[in-house]
């Protein structure tokens, strides 16, 4: 017996798009095609989108998730990786939430706050990004984030919040983009890049490695995979792919 893209969709609480992103990326590719191209799934089909979707649930990254089903991973190591990795975010997020409570109670005339402890829990997280692209990129690294520092230096907390609102919309309009068909080297995609690439130079101007890089740190780097992910699936993907061939074309 064969199952549609449909039927799995309400079968599972999945969407069809997201299976066919799961057949593009190689993670659960379907048995054939029936009439007019349907994609088609059998019985082995559905127990392994419910493996999937069960190490999807635990919070495992999609990369991950082929590993363990390959055999390449241990199920049992992995999930335990992600757990250290889900600890540490806890941790993140708890600084994050001491300082929302204490900014409320500041707003609400209880208690003083300084202008430094407005963003902490934030310069702790962008030092630990620091030191992890330092590792991976070598000492380079240290220029562009001082670079940014000196240029966001007497930001406000509403420069910092608009420049966060407008990186969330580029990400929406990106998504439109790869919900219509689009191709990482289409123009209309491109143009979105430039303006991607224009919002990175107000913090630092990234030659073509730097570029690059920085689109393999949004598919590598889970914290921002789960920002362009959650905007659309494989978007995180999709949007380095389009900053290398920009890179291609514009930078040297």
Same mark, same amino acid.
Request: hydrophobic share 40%; no cysteine.
């Given at each position: 017996?064969?199952?549609?893209?449909?039927?799995?969709?309400?079968?599972?609480?999945?969407?069809?798009?997201?299976?066919?992103?799961?057949?593009?990326? +190689? !993670?659960?590719?379907?048995?054939?095609? $029936?009439?007019?191209?349907?994609?088609?799934?059998? #019985? *082995? /089909?559905?127990? &392994? =989108?419910?493996?999937?979707?069960?190490?999807?649930?635990?919070?495992?990254?999609? +990369? !991950?998730?082929?590993?363990?089903?390959? $055999?390449?991973?241990?199920?049992?190591?992995?999930? #335990? *990786? /992600?757990?250290? &990795? =889900?600890?540490?975010?806890?941790?993140?997020?708890?600084?994050?939430?001491?300082?929302?409570?204490?900014?409320?109670?500041?707003?609400?005339?209880?208690?003083?706050?300084?202008?430094?402890?407005?963003?902490?829990?934030?310069?702790?997280?962008?030092?630990?990004?620091?030191?992890?692209?330092?590792?991976?990129?070598?000492?380079?690294?240290?220029?562009?984030?001082?670079?940014?520092?000196?240029?966001?230096?007497?930001?406000?907390?509403?420069?910092?919040?608009?420049?966060?609102?407008?990186?969330?919309?580029?990400?929406?309009?990106?998504?439109?983009?790869?919900?219509?068909?689009?191709?990482?080297?289409?123009?209309?995609?491109?143009?979105?890049?430039?303006?991607?690439?224009?919002?990175?130079?107000?913090?630092?101007?990234?030659?073509?490695?730097?570029?690059?890089?920085?689109?393999?740190?949004?598919?590598?780097?889970?914290?921002?995979?789960?920002?362009?992910?959650?905007?659309?699936?494989?978007?995180?993907?999709?949007?380095?792919?389009?900053?290398?061939?920009?890179?291609?074309?514009?930078?040297?």
């Amino acid at each position: 017996m064969a199952w549609t893209t449909a039927e799995v969709a309400r079968m599972s609480g999945t969407t069809a798009r997201t299976l066919r992103h799961y057949d593009a990326v +190689g !993670l659960l590719v379907p048995a054939g095609t $029936g009439p007019g191209g349907v994609r088609l799934y059998e #019985r *082995e /089909h559905l127990l &392994r =989108l419910q493996r999937i979707l069960v190490l999807r649930e635990l919070g495992v990254p999609l +990369g !991950l998730v082929g590993e363990v089903l390959a $055999g390449e991973r241990d199920e049992v190591a992995a999930l #335990r *990786e /992600h757990a250290d &990795r =889900l600890e540490a975010e806890g941790s993140r997020l708890a600084r994050l939430a001491a300082t929302a409570r204490r900014t409320a109670a500041h707003l609400e005339g209880e208690g003083e706050m300084t202008e430094t402890e407005f963003f902490e829990g934030l310069a702790r997280d962008r030092a630990q990004l620091q030191e992890q692209l330092v590792d991976r990129y070598g000492e380079g690294v240290r220029g562009a984030f001082a670079e940014a520092a000196e240029r966001t230096g007497d930001w406000s907390r509403a420069d910092l919040e608009r420049a966060g609102q407008e990186h969330r919309e580029l990400a929406e309009r990106l998504a439109e983009r790869v919900r219509a068909g689009a191709e990482p080297g289409d123009g209309a995609v491109q143009a979105l890049v430039a303006e991607h690439h224009a919002s990175v130079a107000q913090h630092w101007t990234p030659g073509r490695a730097g570029y690059t890089g920085l689109g393999d740190l949004y598919v590598e780097d889970e914290r921002y995979r789960a920002f362009y992910d959650g905007v659309e699936p494989g978007l995180a993907g999709f949007l380095r792919d389009a900053m290398v061939a920009w890179a291609g074309e514009h930078l040297s």
